[in-house]
């Protein structure tokens, strides 16, 4: 079978060094990065940002208070 098929892109994609998790544990922050991109627009939702690149595909999930996540504690809905 040949190496270029209709997934293709998506296979390239998949071999990258794709999710990438950084933890500051001090500063209760974690971020996990999805996709290459730049972040062309972000929102809070549910005690999380999302950051989309500009064709609406979320490209990173940022976790703002750990301890809460830990604590099992919901934040309060905003969107």
């Known amino acids: 079978m040949a190496g ?6 998506l296979s390239k ?5 794709y ?3 950084y933890l ?3 500063s209760e922050f974690a971020s996990i990065k999805i996709a290459k991109g730049t972040e062309a627009k972000s929102y809070i939702k549910d005690g999380f940002i999302f950051c989309e690149d ?3 595909r ?7 208070n750990l301890s ?3 604590a ?4 309060k809905r905003t969107a």
């Open 4 to 9: 270029h098929n209709r997934h293709g892109e």
């Open 13 to 17: 994609e998949m071999k990258t060094n």
């Open 19 to 21: 999710p990438q998790v």
């Open 24 to 26: 500051d544990l001090d």
């Open 54 to 56: 500009s064709q609406g």
């Open 58 to 64: 979320i490209i990173e999930v940022q976790i703002l």
């Open 68 to 70: 809460d996540l830990k």
């Open 72 to 75: 099992g504690k919901k934040p």
